[in-house]
């Protein structure tokens, strides 16, 4: 499953991201670079069977918080 994962990935991040900068568009290639990373990390972590905390507590936290 984690080969499957990196070569997915590494199509992804050579085409998407890659035309973006190939544009001059480097902002949005940052941004878009940043989103790949996350979203590879979290289907990497995913992939290993990992246990990912869910950010549910902290946000409903923040929102009691708020009122």
């Given at each position: ?5 990196l070569?997915?990935?590494a ?21 878009c ?35």
């Amino acid at each position: 499953m984690v080969i499957y994962l990196l070569l997915i990935y590494a199509i992804v991040v050579v085409t998407d991201p890659y035309g973006l900068l190939k544009q001059g568009k480097k902002r949005d290639f940052y941004v878009c670079s940043a989103l790949c990373l996350v979203s590879f990390s979290l289907a990497f972590a995913l992939s290993m069977h990992w246990d990912i905390p869910s950010p549910s507590p902290p946000i409903v936290y923040m929102v009691k918080k708020l009122f």
